[in-house]
Structure formats: C-alpha cells, structure tokens
C-alpha cells in the first residue's frame, strides 16, 4: 500500500501539491467573497508572502515554518494598510483597486532586484513544502470555515453577502467585518505565496500577475461559494482539468474554456450545486434561493 | 453521483495516459517537453518539436544506433510552470524516459530541471537562453547559444568595420532575456573601449519609443545595442530613423531579434542591421542543406534556430548514446554528453564547455536586401 502511494505521489506528486495549494488559496479568495469582495489582490499578496518568505529563507536562515507565517503576516499587514481605502469602493471600482494592487507589486518585484532578483526571479530555491503539510493545511482551512460559517460572525457575514445596507441598519459593523476578512484572505494567500516559492524552486515576478488573481477568484466561484465544499472542489477541477484533457492535444485550450463555460452557464451557483439539483419543476415551484445557504 | 462520475472520469484518464506505446527492451525513450499551445511560447516550441522529431526519425532511419531506437514522446505544457513540473514528474517515474529535450521557457527550467538532475536524466534545452540554466545541475546542457556566446563576435565585426567610439543601449526591463542582454552587451561595450551614451529602457507591449529615441539622437552615438524581441526590435529601428537618426548609425541587436518579422516590419530602416546567431538558414553545410530540405519537405515551412538548435540537441544526444555504448548508465552517458567535442550537427561543429554551455562558432549577420546574412 505504501510503496503504491509512493509511486503514485513519484508521478503524480506535484499535481497533488498543486491541487493542495490551489485548494489553500481558494479557501483565502472565499473569505473575501463571503462578503462579496471580488479581489484581484491575490496575485499581490501571494508575490509579496513568496518574496517575504524566500527572503526570510534564503538570506536570513530562518526556519521554513517561521519563514511562512511571517510571510502571510505581512501581506496581511499590507491588505490592512490597502483595505483601509479600498474598501470604501464597491464593486468594479473595488476589483480596479485590488488588481491596481496587484499590478503594483508586479512592478515592484520587477525593479527591486536585491530582493526579488528582478525580471529574472529567484532560482535554486530550496524545496521545504511537504505534501503531509499541505494536506493538514487544507484541513485547518476546512475546519476554520465551517467553524466561521456556523458562528454569530459568519452569520453577520451571510446577511452582509445578501444586503450591506440592510446588515448595516441592522447593527453589524458592515466595514469592520470586511475588512478583518479581507485581511484573513491576505494572510492565506501571502502564506500560500511562501508554500508555493518553497515548491518548485523559483519565483518570477510573472507568476503572481493578474492571471493568477483571476485563476484564484474562479476556483471558489465555478465550485460554489455557498457550499463548505465549493471552493475545494472548484480548485481542484481546474488544476487537473489541463492534464485530464492531455489526450486532446491541440484541443485542449477550446475543450478547457468550453467546460469552464458549461459549468458557469449551467450550474450558476457553481459545481455543488449539483449536489442540490432537483428536477426543474421542483425547482420551479420553489422560492429562488441562489446566493443564500 | 458527482463523485461517482469523477471517479469514472478518473479512471479513464488514467487508462488512456497508461495506453501510450509498450517499451520494447530496445527502445531509447526521449522526453520532448514543448509547449505546442498556449500563447507565444508556442511558436518556439513546435519548431523545436518538430526538430527533435526529425532529427530522431533520421537517427533511426539511418541505423546509426544498430538495434536502439529513438522513440519521441511529446507533451505539451502550455507555457506553463506548473504543468512542466507534471510533465517532468510523469516522464520521469512513469515514461522512464532516457533523456528530456526542452522545456521551451527559462522559468519552466528553472521549476522543473531539478529534478531531473536529482533523477539523473540529462536535460538538453534547445531555447533556454538565460544566465544560469545549466548552473541548475550536472545532468543540464543546452544548445541555444546565450547572448554571452554570440554578442562579443558581433561587436568586434562592428568596431572593425565601424571604429565606433560612443554607444547608446535600450533593452526591455521586463524580460527575464532583454535585461540579461543588456547586461552582457554593457560588459561587451565596456571591454571593447566604447563609451556607452545613452541607456534607455522599455516595457514589454510598447509600440511608442520616441521619447527614449528622442534622448538618445540627443546623445549622438556612433552605434545603438537594442535588447529586445523581433517585434520590439523592428519598432525601435523604424522609429529611430523617422526621428533622423541617420542609416550610418549601425544598430546590434539580441540574439532574440532574428526573425523574417524583423525585415516585414522594419524595412529599408533596417538595413545594416548587425546581429549574432548559432544558426542561419542559409547556413552553407552539407549538414545543415539536407536540415532545411527535410524539414520542409516533411513540414511544409522553413526551420527557424529554435528547430535547428532541437535538432542539434538530438544529434549530440545519439552521439553520446553510441560513445557510452548504450543507456544503462546514467552517469555514463551524462559524462558521454559532456565531453561532446567538434561534432558535426546543423550549427557547425559543436562542443560543450566545462559548465555545460555550447561552444559554437558565432555567425554575424547583416540585414540586407530584406534578408539575414553572413556579414561580410
């Protein structure tokens, strides 16, 4: 049994990893989507926990472990500073603000070679991140939101996702919960930025762009932001699907963007939805329930 | 059920990867890990695919290796990180894959190189240009011949022809590659005695370089060293000489800016264009004649560098196989790839150094007529 398991993580051991961290970081983007905060921060708060945690790492011999947490404070110091302002915006203008964020701290990363080592990245990053560790994240992660979705916060949270102007008369602090959320999500991804930099031995500035903001939002969304299970799902269906489709050759991009497509047309509340599905006559003759529990 | 039907999906998947061709005992797996989709990376990385592949379906037709055969298996990792990281890891363990030619982007072998180095099967890359890639590990080579390689040769032609004295440099800040050439360039400049004027710098995706051009006709230089891509290339020059900068001011350009697009772009403006390469098409060996016929007769188009420098890769491999008597011994045939010496491929003669980096003579070519050639 264990010699199948170690062949199977020998071919198959960085995809697991990927849906590991992938699962991580769309735990950290639903925090922020719980109360409707559709971030492209992300991107920037990885870049700035990778570049935190290498550094800490490499330059001063820290321990991996430290190294992390500390690079995940201080992105979530960094969404605190940012979130301050931004959160006053709503909406589009919220989402310009994050990836603005993100952007900035891709240019940044790009210049500030003594750190970062410029366009060029950081190479011959030594490899920490264990796939035990990843596994016992994804747990913590699992518990904390089902511990926070079943408490009086969470909740406040659900009432302010349907309606901030009616939470807010209702006596929740509408500001202060988003913006203690938002600064948890950037503590998951700046952490998950420093479990990725000590993965694959190198960090570029080209990996925390506004593709992988984009990438982390859709995980949550296409599994479901109102299942426990949703953004788990949502993870890990989009880092096999590329290598499920493998078959498929130069098809693989259309099939990809078509499945994709399939899942957000058909199954709005995302892919755990389907576990909810009733024929459409049930469905019919029930109250809409989309975006509640 | 959902999970069911993951499950089933699963399975399936799994039995299709488990399909691919059973290994016979004389089979000599070679990972070809290209990006055949996925942006850009695309263009160089089916050249080098289809290099490869001609190169292995030559070896084998010719019987060189007696009874071994050279079975290409090719994956596609979409230009991304991650994936060549998988596909590294599936070759490895479960393709049990001799040797892996690729992969097509510096920071795709920066992730995934080590760890063939840990497992012991030589990478040879055929596009790999940056500082550092075959620093990564004793298995890793590569035939793509880095600006440090070729650029030196360039300016001694230009100074010969040109005495320049004073140059100015522009170079992308943001490509990993252009802001590596700058760096060799300015050491290039500065050891050849030539005051460096002007420094200017661009982003990837611009098209406007005047206010930068505008500084530099300011400065007056005898040369311009351009760090940038064919497209960024092309512009720059062009712009250049709508803003005055006269046709005897020579421009040198990166390893990078070879491409037809060059000329398509530029036009007269780049006439004189000075430039450095490991390969060009007209390249006048037997070796490199029967590549280009080949190629195009099985592919349809011309080869570019990418393809010739895959298929040198595959050649070097082959001879190394043969001197090392077989592919048993990893350590064996990684020593047989390093001492590779003045072998005949389609670059010329070819030889690794000591850190595993190509030794090849350099071409300087001019643009001329709308086409690259041998400076004379």
């Not at chain 1, 950081?122 to 920490?128: A, C, D, F, L, S």
Request: hydrophobic share 50%; glycine share 10%.
């Amino acid at each position: 049994m264990m010699a199948a398991l170690d062949a199977f993580l020998a071919s198959y051991g960085n995809l697991v990893n990927l849906c590991l961290l992938n699962t991580l970081l769309a735990y950290g983007v639903w925090l922020a989507l719980a109360a409707n905060m559709f971030t492209l921060g992300t991107g920037g708060f990885m870049a700035v926990g990778a570049y935190c945690s290498v550094y800490l790492t490499m330059q001063l011999g820290a321990p991996f472990a430290v190294a992390v947490v500390a690079g995940g404070l201080l992105a979530a110091a960094v969404a605190l500073v940012i979130g301050a302002p931004v959160l006053r915006l709503r909406g589009d203008y919220f989402m310009l603000a994050t990836f603005a964020f993100t952007e900035v701290v891709r240019v940044i990363a790009l210049n500030w070679d003594a750190v970062t080592g410029g366009a060029i990245g950081i190479y011959g990053i030594p490899r920490y991140t264990e796939t035990w560790q990843l596994v016992l994240l994804v747990l913590i992660a699992l518990y904390f939101v089902f511990a926070l979705r079943r408490s009086y916060f969470g909740r406040s949270i659900a009432a302010i996702r349907q309606d901030d102007v009616m939470s807010e008369a209702m006596g929740v602090n509408v500001f202060g919960q988003r913006l203690s959320l938002f600064v948890a999500s950037g503590f998951v991804s700046g952490g998950v930025g420093g479990l990725a930099a000590h993965l694959n031995f190198f960090v570029g500035p080209s990996d925390f762009g506004l593709l992988r903001s984009v990438d982390a939002l859709a995980y949550p969304i296409l599994g479901g932001v109102n299942a426990l299970l949703g953004p788990l799902v949502g993870a890990i269906f989009t880092t096999l699907l590329p290598e499920l489709l493998r078959f498929s050759s130069q098809w693989r991009e259309i099939l990809m963007g078509l499945l994709i497509l399939t899942v957000v047309l058909f199954l709005p509340g995302g892919a755990m939805s389907l576990l909810s599905w009733r024929p459409r006559k049930a469905a019919a003759r029930r109250p809409s329930t989309q975006g509640a529990e | 059920m959902m999970h069911a039907r993951l499950t089933r999906l699963l399975i399936a998947a799994t039995a299709i990867s488990l399909a691919a061709a059973p290994a016979l005992a004389a089979d000599v797996k070679l990972g070809i890990v290209q990006s055949t989709s996925g942006g850009s990376a695309a263009l160089y990385g089916t050249m080098q695919k289809n290099g490869a592949e001609l190169a292995a379906a030559e070896i084998n037709a010719s019987g060189k290796l007696g009874d071994l055969k050279l079975v290409p298996v090719h994956q596609d990792d979409a230009g991304d990180r991650g994936q060549t990281v998988n596909i590294f890891q599936r070759l490895i363990n479960q393709d049990k894959v001799t040797v892996i030619f690729g992969p097509t982007l510096t920071t795709s072998a920066f992730a995934a190189d080590p760890i063939a180095n840990a497992a012991k099967v030589p990478v040879i890359a055929s596009s790999n240009t940056a500082p550092g890639v075959p620093a990564i590990g004793e298995y890793i080579f590569r035939t793509s011949a880095p600006e440090a390689a070729v650029f030196p040769g360039v300016l001694a032609y230009a100074v010969k022809r040109y005495q320049p004295k004073t140059a100015a440099q522009i170079y992308g800040i943001d490509d990993v590659l252009m802001k590596a050439a700058y760096g060799v360039h300015k050491a290039a400049l500065d050891k050849a005695g030539i005051k460096v004027v002007a420094t200017e710098t661009f982003q990837k995706g611009d098209v406007d370089y005047s206010a930068q051009l505008t500084k530099i006709k300011a400065a007056n230089p005898d040369i311009i060293v351009v760090g940038g891509l064919a497209e960024e290339t092309a512009n720059i020059v062009r712009q250049a000489r709508q803003l005055g900068i006269p046709q005897s001011t020579v421009f040198l350009g990166a390893n990078a800016a070879i491409s037809t697009k060059l000329n398509d772009l530029a036009g007269p403006a780049a006439q004189g264009f000075l430039v450095g390469s490991g390969w060009f098409i007209d390249f006048d060996t037997p070796a490199n004649k029967a590549f280009v016929e080949a190629y195009k007769a099985k592919y349809g188009n011309a080869p570019d560098t990418f393809a010739a420098q895959a298929h040198a890769a595959v050649t070097i491999f082959a001879d190394a196989v043969k001197r090392a008597g077989g592919v048993s011994d990893p350590a064996k045939l990684r020593a047989a790839i390093a001492d590779t010496k003045d072998l005949e491929t389609v670059l010329g003669p070819f030889s690794f150094d000591k850190d595993r980096e190509p030794v090849l003579v350099a071409k300087v070519l001019e643009l001329k007529d709308g086409k690259f050639q041998l400076a004379q």
